[in-house]
C-alpha cells in the first residue's frame, strides 16, 4: 500500500476509538469534524478529479444542513424566527420537512438537483477557467444574500434556533439517538463515502474525469462529450456535500450562514490545498488538521487566530505546493525509484558467477 493508505487507516482507527477515550464535548466537536472530511471527499473528486475547483462548494452543504435544520426546528411547531416575522402557519413548501425521514432524503437530493441545473447551464455552455469560477463564486454569494435577506424564513444572519428540541424527538428502533449514536451514524458515512470515491476514482468512469482534467481535448477526440461527465461529477459532489451538511446538523444543533457562504467555500479549498488534492486521504487529513488547528488556534491567540493559522497555511502551500499527503506520496515514490536504480546498479556491477559442470 501507499503511505496515504496508511493515514487513512490511522485516521479511521483514531475516529472509531475516540469516544471511548474522550468527553462528550470531545465526541461533539470531532464529529463535526467528520462532517467536514465528508465534505472535502466531495470536493476532492470535483476539484481533485475533474479539475473543476468550485469557489461556492459551501452552498451545498448549506443547503442539506439548512433543509434537515430547518426540519428539527419545526417538529414542536413555528420556531421564533417565524413567529416574529408574522407568520402564524407552516409555509407549504415548509410541510414536507415535518417528517425527518422525508427532510434527510430532501438534504441530499435538493443539492444534487442544483447542482444539475447550475452545471447544465455552465457546463453545456462550455464555460470554463476564470468564468466558471467566478459564476461559482457569485451562485453562492447570491445564496449567502437569500438566506440573510429571507429572515422570516430561513433565520437570516441570526441562524435557525429551535433545532436541540425537534433533536429529541429523533428515534432508531425505538431509542433516542444519543451523540455519540450519531457519531458512529456520521462515521459509518464517512466510511462509505469514502470507500465511493475510491471505488469512483478506479472505475472507468472515474478514468474519465480524470483525462478530462488532464486533457479534455483528447477525450473528446475519443468520441466522449466532457460536459455529461462534468455535469455528473458535479451532482455527486453537490449530494455528497448535502449528505454531510445532513449530518452537520446535529453535531452543531444550530444553522448559520456561517457555514454556507463564501468564506467557508475558501476554507474547504484550504483543507485541499493543505492535504493535497487529488488525493482522498489529502482532503480528510486536510479538513482534520485545519479545522482542529482553528479550534486549538482560537483558544490561545484569541482574535489573533485567523492571521496564525493564515501564515501557517501559506507556509505550509509555499514549502508543501503538493499538500501534505501529496508530498509524503512523492517521498515514497522517489524513495522506491532510487531504491530500485541501487538494486539495478548493483545487479549490474557484480561478476558473473562461476559454474561448475
Known sequence: MTIDKYIALIIFIGLLILPLVSSRYGVQIFGKYITYTILALGLDILWGSTGLMNLGFAIFFGLGSYIFGISMAIQKGLPAFMSFGGITTLPWFYVPLQNPIAAAALSVVIPAIVALILGYFVFKSKIKGVFYSII???FVALFELFITNQQIYTGGASGVNGIPTGLMTLRAFGSKISIVTWYYIAFATLIGVYFFCLWLNHSRFGKIIHSIRDNEMRVQFFGY?????KIAVFVISAAIAGLAGLLYVPMSSFVSIENSGVAFSTMIIIWLAVGGRGNLTGAMAGALLVSFLQNI????FGGMWQVVLGVGLIFIVMVLPKGLI???IEWQYMHRVHKKKNMKHVSD???AQKVEV
Open 136 to 138: 461559482t463564486l457569485a
Open 349 to 351: 556491477g557484480a561478476p
Open 225 to 229: 462529450n466532457p460536459a455529461v461527465f
Open 297 to 300: 488556534l482560537s483558544g490561545y
Open 326 to 328: 501529496g508530498s509524503l
